[in-house]
């Protein structure tokens, strides 16, 4: 039986491309695990055996992450034409989320053959049994997000190399790791395909990313071809209320209670979003909501957390902090003025006197919340340099809470607040203009596709993607502003902005095709994704490589 070793002896490109997605797949590589390098090392090793890289050994390397615990590594393989310096990059990543949502079949969640009998005899959704009854799908955790974007790019590449005579440019593979989480993987590879750059002297055309797509409604069958990256943020919300007994609830003002507020005014909440017609704009979600408490008691929470995911697209970051900021306010003084109504109506059933409770609840951005404790005489500086040295081992997303914490701890002023920061990951957004050659050229490619697929263009890949981080829209001066409401910014999460703004590479994806990403009923579209994909993204290399 062939294996992805033997991918230049199968002469059908959509046997090769299966295969390989099959052993990537089968080839557990989960996000924070050692398997991340494992399946590095495999692709390092099926890369070696294609012709071309025996006899250009040094056109696949490997990039070690610096600092990372686990050794894990990027992947990079050059296709050159001597003389030329326009480059096309072909980027992925081939780590994964996690296999518990799998259940019982756990054990099987990286058999693909497997998972489309089991799904053949699943009468529990019919959708995913009848696209199982077909044959047409490859199951597995990876499958869709995205190995199958993953052996598209490397036999791409392998063509190329068996057709010189039609390349007109160099060709380069970008293999990521830490693509769901924190995308340390494309971060540190900045500094190679900079390195590249220089040294090589490369001109990077375009990055095509093959990260899936998927129908966005029942009967949809478009494919979504995209210009474009969203960005991402974390907003977050350290609450500090004013704790009490049970017994006399109406004494303080409960943390939990402002937190329910802020997430009831904020989660999905399609008001808060940006207005991009024909754009898939998303509002925010809420990921964490807990308070600080550990055990049981009968004293209200007097400190909570949360955090939600922020899409963004063509607004700057510290204009969505302003934005939310003021929003948040508004009801937090609804929420203080109801509380005092509350108060008095418990009192009157009791024939005890109305009280005039002027008790405040303060909003605070941190760029504010700092300069509220420089007019309170506090060095905040210093016990900010305190705390650093104090915590060496910070975790990124609760680190800005801690501080908080701890500054406000020397502040002990007893006055219920709220202060709105940012946490890691920080993902720019980016975009193509339709006047630029770029997306001509992509345009006249789909146009003149033989398939007769639907396409249709979106200037903004809806999911997260590495693309974010190859170029970037927003000035030195928005970037700036953003990062004073980014509690410890340089030691959690420091992005090479500038080296971003001097590669400037634009960025489209060009997706492998399928259903269910994040779940266990993750499947790929074989006829698309292996039969009309590979061919559409050589169209569009050759053309970009003509002009």
């Given at each position: 039986m062939k294996s992805a070793f033997d991918l230049e002896t199968i002469p059908d490109e959509k046997q090769r491309i299966e295969l390989l997605t099959r052993e990537l797949v089968a080839t557990k590589s989960v996000n924070g695990t050692k398997g991340e390098v494992v399946?590095?090392?495999?692709?390092?090793?099926?890369?070696?055996?294609?012709?071309?890289?025996?006899?250009?050994?040094?056109?696949?390397?490997?990039?070690?992450?610096?600092?990372?615990?686990?050794?894990?590594?990027?992947?990079?393989?050059?296709?050159?034409?001597?003389?030329?310096q326009k480059t096309v990059l072909y980027h992925s990543h081939f780590d994964t989320v996690g296999l518990e949502d799998f259940g019982s079949i756990k054990e099987k969640a990286l058999d693909p053959t497997y998972l489309e009998q089991y799904f053949t005899n699943y009468d529990s959704d019919r959708e995913v049994q009848n696209d199982a009854d077909t044959g047409d799908w490859l199951f597995g955790r990876g499958a869709l997000d995205m190995k199958s974007g993953?052996?598209?790019?490397?036999?791409?590449?392998?063509?190329?190399?068996?057709?010189?005579?039609?390349?007109?440019?160099?060709?380069?593979?970008?293999?990521?790791?830490?693509?769901?989480?924190?995308?340390?993987?494309?971060?540190?590879?900045?500094?190679?395909l900079k390195r590249l750059q220089e040294e090589w002297n490369l001109q990077y055309s375009v990055a095509i990313n093959t990260d899936f797509i998927s129908p966005k409604y029942a009967g949809d069958t478009q494919k979504y071809i995209y210009y474009?990256?969203?960005?991402?943020?974390?907003?977050?919300?350290?609450?500090?209320?004013?704790?009490?007994?049970?017994?006399?609830?109406?004494?303080?003002?409960?943390?939990?209670?402002?937190?329910?507020?802020?997430?009831?005014?904020?989660?999905?909440?399609?008001?808060?979003?940006?207005?991009?017609?024909?754009?898939?704009?998303?509002?925010s979600s809420c990921l964490m909501l807990r308070d600080?408490?550990?055990?049981?008691?009968?004293?209200?929470?007097?400190?909570?957390?949360?955090?939600?995911?922020?899409?963004?697209?063509?607004?700057?970051?510290?204009?969505?902090?302003?934005?939310?900021?003021?929003?948040?306010?508004?009801?937090?003084?609804?929420?203080?003025?109801?509380?005092r109504q509350r108060e008095n109506k418990f009192l009157s059933k009791l024939n005890f006197p109305e009280v005039d409770n002027t008790r405040k609840l303060n909003v605070y951005s941190f760029e504010e919340y700092l300069n509220h404790l420089d007019d309170l005489g506090i060095d905040w500086?210093?016990?900010?340099?305190?705390?650093?040295?104090?915590?060496?081992?910070?975790?990124?997303?609760?680190?800005?809470?801690?501080?908080?914490?701890?500054?406000?701890?020397?502040?002990?002023?007893?006055?219920?607040?709220?202060v709105l920061f940012l946490a890691p990951p920080f993902c720019p957004h980016n975009s193509i203009s339709q006047d630029s050659k770029v997306y001509q050229d992509l345009e006249e490619v789909l146009q003149k596709n033989n398939e007769k697929i639907d396409f249709t263009m979106k200037q903004f890949f809806p999911y997260l993607s590495d693309s974010s981080y190859l170029m970037i829209d927003e000035t030195p001066q928005e970037i700036a502003k953003m990062k004073n409401n980014f509690p410890l910014v340089e030691q959690l999460y420091p992005l090479p902005y500038e080296k971003m703004r001097e590669l400037n590479i634009p960025a489209v994806d060009i997706g492998v095709y399928g259903k269910g990403a994040h779940t266990w009923k993750e499947r790929v579209y074989k006829p698309y994704s292996f039969g009309i994909l590979p061919k559409l993204i050589r169209n569009y290399t050759q053309k970009i490589w003509q002009d």
């Open positions: 399946l590095v090392e495999k692709l390092e090793k099926i890369l070696r055996t294609f012709t071309v890289f025996k006899k250009h050994p040094e056109w696949v390397w490997t990039q070690k992450i610096k600092g990372d615990e686990l050794g894990r590594k990027n992947i990079f393989a050059f296709l050159g034409k001597e003389g030329i993953d052996a598209v790019n490397i036999v791409n590449l392998l063509y190329f190399s068996e057709h010189p005579e039609l390349q007109e440019g160099n060709l380069l593979f970008m293999g990521n790791c830490v693509e769901e989480n924190d995308h340390s993987g494309v971060i540190a590879a900045l500094d190679e474009g990256a969203a960005g991402k943020t974390l907003t977050c919300f350290y609450i500090k209320g004013i704790e009490t007994h049970v017994g006399n609830t109406y004494a303080g003002i409960d943390s939990t209670l402002i937190a329910s507020r802020i997430n009831l005014l904020i989660n999905n909440n399609p008001d808060f979003v940006e207005d991009i017609s024909g754009e898939e704009i998303l509002p600080q408490k550990d055990f049981y008691n009968v004293q209200t929470a007097k400190v909570t957390e949360m955090y939600f995911n922020t899409f963004t697209y063509k607004k700057p970051v510290f204009e969505i902090i302003e934005q939310l900021k003021i929003a948040v306010k508004s009801d937090c003084e609804k929420l203080v003025n109801e509380a500086q210093s016990l900010i340099d305190s705390f650093i040295i104090s915590n060496p081992e910070l975790d990124k997303r609760s680190a800005g809470f801690e501080l908080i914490d701890y500054l406000d701890q020397q502040v002990n002023d007893n006055e219920a607040k709220v």
